[in-house]
């Protein structure tokens, strides 16, 4: 009985030292700035991306049933377009599993920018016994004319991140800052989370070779806070994309009678300067 005793303690203590990454849902494209119109693909794919790791299915919750994405859509000079119906589902492969993830291609037409926002239904986290609802969006531009990189997109995104540095015109070693919102008001001293895309996509999946090693986990996901009005401020340290996530932006919400948390996304590239 005292070994049986000893072997669920370890068990416990070696399910407490495994370090909880944060998830983060990606739109992910190769590239956030374009010289002329062009068709691109865009992945919506909810993982840890860091580290490559475990791949959620998007929209699942507590019973194990997958629902469809509530919005995604694009905007361009203040006008929105309803893209929910592009959308194909597809089977991304991490390092360690594959999930439901979604994409689609479209054609970017005209000058300036054009921001792409996507809210999944809520996933059921089964570690937390909670909902996470990551209203993500990202900001891609044409040329480098800008038109709406600054403009919050509002109606669907309940809780956003609104840039103060163009997020497509970014050198390694400047920084970018960030106002957390909800419902378009200043989320004080929200916590943001922030993961580098450490590993390229190729196809549906995620590639082995990683860019960085991180020398510890404080470093895999990194914390960082808002000021009183909402605003953040990170250095970026290398070339490519960030993802930064608001936790719990959207204030004490449930569903399904647990726990809802609400987070704004936003994703951000960064290059050398050669």
């Not at 005292?2 to 495994?18: E, H, N, W, Y």
């Not at 999930?99 to 479209?106: F, L, P, W």
């Not at 005209?110 to 937390?128: C, L, N, Q, R, T």
């Not at 400047?174 to 200043?186: A, H, L, M, S, W």
Request: aromatic share 10%; glycine share 8%; with cysteine.
């Amino acid at each position: 009985m005292k070994k049986m005793m000893f072997v669920i303690i370890g068990l416990a203590v070696l399910a407490l030292s495994v370090p909880a990454y944060a998830h983060f849902q990606m739109i992910y494209t190769p590239d956030a700035a374009l010289t002329k119109s062009a068709k691109i693909n865009l992945k919506m794919v909810f993982t840890h991306p860091f580290e490559a790791g475990h791949t959620m299915d998007i929209g699942k919750d507590e019973k194990g049933s997958i629902h469809p994405p509530l919005a995604f859509g694009e905007m361009h000079k203040g006008k929105k377009k309803d893209l929910l119906d592009m959308l194909r589902p597809i089977t991304f492969a991490s390092l360690t599993n594959s999930g439901k993830a979604y994409e689609t291609s479209v054609r970017l037409k005209g000058m300036g920018d054009h921001i792409f926002y996507f809210v999944p239904a809520p996933y059921y986290e089964g570690s937390e016994d909670i909902y996470i609802q990551h209203c993500t969006k990202v900001i891609l531009n044409i040329a480098g004319a800008p038109t709406d990189w600054d403009t919050p997109v509002g109606d669907p995104l309940p809780v956003e991140i609104i840039p103060l540095d163009k997020p497509y015109a970014l050198w390694v070693g400047n920084v970018f800052r960030g106002i957390v919102t909800c419902k378009g008001k200043p989320v004080s001293n929200a916590e943001i989370e922030v993961e580098y895309l450490n590993h390229d996509v190729e196809g549906n999946s995620f590639a082995k070779e990683a860019k960085a090693e991180a020398p510890n986990d404080a470093l895999v996901t990194m914390t960082i806070k808002a000021d009183v009005n909402g605003v953040f401020t990170f250095g970026i340290p290398r070339a490519g994309w960030w993802g930064f996530a608001a936790l719990g932006a959207g204030g004490d919400l449930k569903h399904n009678g647990k726990e809802l948390s609400r987070d704004a996304v936003i994703w951000v590239q960064a290059v050398d300067m050669k």
